[in-house]
C-alpha cells in the first residue's frame, strides 16, 4: 500500500512563496498531514497514491488565515447597523449581558465555522466569552485556531473580574498545551477597557509563558484622544511602556498612527491586523497598510465579528484592503494582488507564530489548502488567476478545503458541520434577540416620553 495519501491536481497553483507565482501542470502530493512534494503532474501521476484527485478548473491556494473575530457574534449579524462604534457597542454589549451562555457561544460558534470554511478561511483567531466551547469546536470541527481568552474589567457571564478570566483563560491554556491545531493565547480587549494593573500582568504573563497577545488597538481616533487626555500618551505607547510590545503581540486595528506609533511597532516586531470592511463599516478610520508594510512591519488580515462587517468572508476582506489602501494613498499600484493574498496567508501565519508550518504551499507545510473553481462566466477568460482571486472571486466559488491534510468541505460540502442544524438553532436566537431588541426599544420609548411630557 502506498504511503501517499492523496495528490491534487488542480489547474493552476498559487503557492503564495515564492511571490507572484503561478504554477500549472503541476500536482500536491499529500502524506499524512503535509505536503511532501510539489511537482509536474506528469511525474505525479507515475506515483502510487491512495488517490488521485483531479481538479481541472480549479485554483489551489494555501488556506485563508483569518486573524481576528469573535465567531460567536455571528448570531448578530445585522443587529445593530450603521452606528458608530461607542453606539454600536452601546447595542451590542447588553444583548451579549442578556444572552451569551456556553449553548449561545457554541451555536454562533458553529455557524461561525460553517461561513469561514465556506468562504476559504482554514486558520481563524477569535476572541470570545467561552473560549473553552470555541475551542471544543475548533477542536471537533478541525480548523486550526488561536484563541485569545477575553480579560476586561467588568464582570460578564464567563468571568466575574480580571483575576478570574485570567485563572480561567490560564487553565485552558494548560488544557491545550499539547494540541496540534490549537493555541491560546491572551485577549485583554483594549486599552480603554482594562487597568493599567491588569494589562501590566498580561505582559508579564504572556512574555513568562511565551503566549500570544492580542488586543483591539487604535481602533478610532477618538479612543487615541481618550487615551491621551486620560493617561497622558497613546495606546501603543502605554503597552509599549508596560513590555506588552512584541514579536507575539497582535495590534488589531492600528488606525490614527503617528510617525512615533510607526517606529514603536518597528522596534518592537509587534504585528498588526488590519480589518477593512470592520473598520469601514463602523467608520473607524483607516490602517495605512501600504506604509506599514513598507517600513518592513508585518500586517495581517481579519474580519472582525459579524455584527460589524457583515461577512466573515476572507476573500472580501482581501478584496476590501487592496481597494481601501489604493483609495487612501490615492495610488493604484499601492497593495497589488499578490501583497494582498500574502496578507491573508503568509503575513496571517507570521502573526500567529504559524509561518514554518502554514501560509504558503510549500514541501514540509501543513497541508492546509483550498481549492476554487474558476468556471464561471463572470471570471472568464482567466486572464490572471492571481488577481482573479483577489479581485474577481467572492468565495462562493470554493469548493474544496483541507486542514492539517483532513478534507473540511468536499464539492462545497461541509465534511464535519451540518448546515441545516446550524440554520435551525441560529432562527431560534434570532427570535429571541429580536424580542428583546424590541422590549428594550419600547422601554427606552417610555423612558424618553417620562423625561420629556408633551
Ligand atoms: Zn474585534
Not at 36 to 62: D, F, T, Y
Not at 75 to 90: N, S
Not at 368 to 395: C, E, F, K, W
Request: aromatic fraction near 6%; include cysteine.
Amino acid at each position: 500500500m502506498s504511503d501517499i495519501d492523496y495528490i491534487l491536481y488542480p489547474e493552476w497553483i498559487v503557492p503564495v512563496v515564492p511571490r507572484d507565482t503561478v504554477l500549472v501542470n503541476h500536482c500536491v502530493v499529500v502524506t499524512d498531514s503535509r505536503i511532501v512534494n510539489i511537482c509536474p503532474s506528469s511525474e505525479g501521476r507515475k506515483l502510487e497514491a491512495k488517490r488521485h484527485i483531479e481538479l481541472p478548473q480549479h485554483v489551489l491556494l494555501p488556506g485563508l488565515i483569518n486573524c481576528h473575530g469573535h465567531a460567536a457574534m455571528s448570531l448578530l449579524r445585522g443587529y445593530a447597523d450603521d452606528q458608530p462604534l461607542m453606539t454600536w457597542l452601546g447595542e451590542i454589549w447588553p444583548a451579549e449581558t442578556a444572552f451569551v451562555s456556553e449553548d449561545y457561544v457554541r451555536d454562533g460558534t458553529d455557524l461561525a465555522l460553517a461561513e469561514l470554511l465556506l468562504g476559504g478561511t482554514t486558520t481563524f483567531s477569535d476572541m470570545y466569552f467561552y473560549p473553552d466551547v470555541t475551542a471544543e469546536r475548533a477542536d471537533f470541527v478541525g480548523l486550526r485556531a488561536q484563541l485569545v481568552f477575553p480579560v476586561i474589567d467588568v464582570q460578564t457571564a464567563w468571568a466575574r473580574d480580571p483575576e478570574e478570566y485570567l485563572a480561567k483563560g490560564l487553565a485552558l491554556r494548560d488544557t491545550y498545551r499539547n494540541h496540534e491545531r490549537i493555541e491560546i493565547g491572551f485577549g485583554p480587549h483594549s486599552n480603554y477597557t482594562v487597568s493599567e494593573e491588569t494589562l501590566q500582568r498580561v505582559a508579564t504573563l504572556a512574555n513568562e509563558l511565551d503566549a500570544p497577545v492580542q488586543i483591539h488597538l487604535h481602533e478610532t481616533r477618538g479612543e487615541v484622544q481618550m487615551s491621551v487626555e486620560n493617561l497622558g500618551e497613546r495606546p501603543i505607547e502605554q503597552l509599549n511602556r508596560l513590555g506588552m510590545l512584541g514579536p507575539r503581540s497582535q495590534c488589531v486595528h492600528m488606525t490614527a498612527l503617528s510617525e512615533g506609533d510607526f517606529d514603536i511597532l518597528e522596534q518592537t516586531g509587534a504585528h498588526v491586523i488590519h480589518c477593512p470592511r470592520s473598520n469601514m463599516k463602523l467608520a473607524s478610520g483607516i490602517c495605512p497598510t501600504q506604509r506599514l508594510l513598507d517600513r518592513d512591519i508585518n500586517v495581517a488580515l481579519g474580519t472582525d465579528g459579524a455584527a460589524s462587517n457583515n461577512r466573515i468572508n476572507m476573500i472580501a476582506e482581501i478584496q476590501a484592503a487592496a481597494l481601501i489602501a489604493k483609495l487612501e494613498n490615492s495610488e493604484s499600484t499601492a497593495i497589488s494582488a499578490a501583497t494582498a493574498l500574502e496578507m491573508a496567508t503568509i503575513n496571517g501565519a507570521k502573526a500567529l507564530g504559524l509561518d514554518n508550518d502554514i501560509g504558503s504551499l510549500e514541501i514540509g507545510k501543513q497541508a492546509d489548502m483550498i481549492a476554487l473553481r474558476l468556471d464561471d462566466p463572470a471570471l472568464q477568460p482567466v486572464n490572471n488567476v492571481l488577481s482573479h482571486v483577489v479581485y474577481a472571486t467572492s468565495g462562493a466559488e470554493l469548493t474544496h478545503s483541507w486542514v492539517a491534510g483532513k478534507p473540511l468541505v468536499v464539492d462545497r460540502q461541509l465534511t464535519t458541520l451540518s448546515v441545516a442544524t446550524i440554520t435551525s438553532r441560529a432562527n431560534t436566537w434570532r427570535d429571541q434577540l429580536l424580542a428583546f431588541r424590541a422590549q428594550r426599544s419600547s422601554e427606552n420609548n417610555a423612558h424618553h416620553q417620562e423625561n420629556n411630557p408633551q
